[in-house]
């Protein structure tokens, strides 16, 4: 039977570009103007638990500013 190590899944979970738009939305409400990608990685790891690259947090950034 195999085990489930929730420790090891726990750091290994990686962000989407939605769920960076969806933080930048609640904290950004109707502002285009919205942070640098490096500003929005520590964020969204705070809030989510989750880690992004610079480049999720770019497309994350570009959809919250298109919807």
């Known amino acids: 039977m195999l085990s489930f190590n929730y420790k090891y899944a ?10 960076v738009a ?4 609640d904290d950004y409400p109707c ?5 640098f990608p490096k ?4 964020l969204v790891q705070s809030r ?7 480049s999720t947090a770019w497309r994350g ?3 919250a500013a298109n919807e």
């Open 10 to 19: 726990k750091n290994k979970r990686k962000g989407t570009p939605r769920i």
């Open 22 to 25: 969806s933080v930048l939305r």
């Open 31 to 35: 502002k285009l103007k919205t942070p």
């Open 39 to 42: 500003v929005i990685i520590p």
């Open 48 to 54: 989510v638990g989750v880690k992004v690259s610079y």
């Open 61 to 63: 950034k570009r959809d």
